[in-house]
């Protein structure tokens, strides 16, 4: 190998090196701010995942195992669905579950976020700010429900998921919101794990025509 050749080994070498030092301090001081319990920190540091400042926790957590990103995801997420109307009285295991699915959801002001008539691919808590249901004078806002036409849906458990239920309304947002996000996949499941104890459907009851 020439010198010039050598020379760009090495410097690859020192880049990579630095990126890794990088990852590691970013990791480190994310898990930190949310307070992880030292064994899933200590899952979380033997994971092969990568991030930089500014990507989101939904970017980091979706990188590893999935044992690992439920866990904490029920960490960062059980103590404030608790305050929340959606889930406040509902059943701790069933909450728990939940929790390990739950995904934290933004989006800005004057953005739509469903279409009258458009399949539904999610459903969304509302924890802040504000939409507005076109052509019906009504607003959503924190501890509202939006996607519910998933619920009914999700309870026929024969149901393909190429044959998605359209949304009734069209809503928009009018405020940037902030908000938790079960996927429909992810609310099909939950629904079929536990159907037979009627538990899914009691704890969105209000929410089912």
Not at 29 to 35: D, K, L, N, R
Request: hydrophobic content about 35%.
């Amino acid at each position: 190998m020439d010198k010039d050749n050598s020379l760009s080994a090495l410097q690859c070498t020192e880049v990579k090196e630095d990126r890794q030092r990088t990852r590691q301090r970013v990791v480190e001081e994310w898990m930190e701010y949310h307070q992880l319990p030292q064994p899933l920190k200590k899952q979380a540091i033997q994971s092969e995942w990568s991030a930089t400042r500014g990507v989101n926790d939904e970017a980091m957590l979706d990188s590893l195992p999935c044992d690992t990103r439920f866990e904490i995801r029920r960490h960062l997420y059980l103590k404030i669905t608790r305050t929340m109307p959606l889930f406040a009285d509902m059943d701790d295991v069933l909450l728990n579950v939940i929790c390990g699915y739950l995904r934290t959801f933004t989006s800005n002001e004057g953005t739509y976020v469903a279409f009258e008539g458009e399949p539904i691919h999610q459903m969304l808590s509302i924890f802040d700010g504000q939409l507005e249901i076109l052509n019906a004078n009504n607003c959503l806002g924190p501890g509202d429900l939006c996607g519910k036409e998933l619920l009914e849906w999700c309870l026929h458990t024969t149901t393909s998921t190429e044959n998605l239920k359209p949304a009734t309304q069209t809503i928009k947002c009018t405020t940037d919101i902030e908000a938790f996000a079960l996927r429909i996949d992810d609310v099909k499941l939950l629904a079929i794990q536990f159907h037979h104890d009627g538990k899914f459907r009691y704890a969105f009851k209000r929410y089912i025509a």
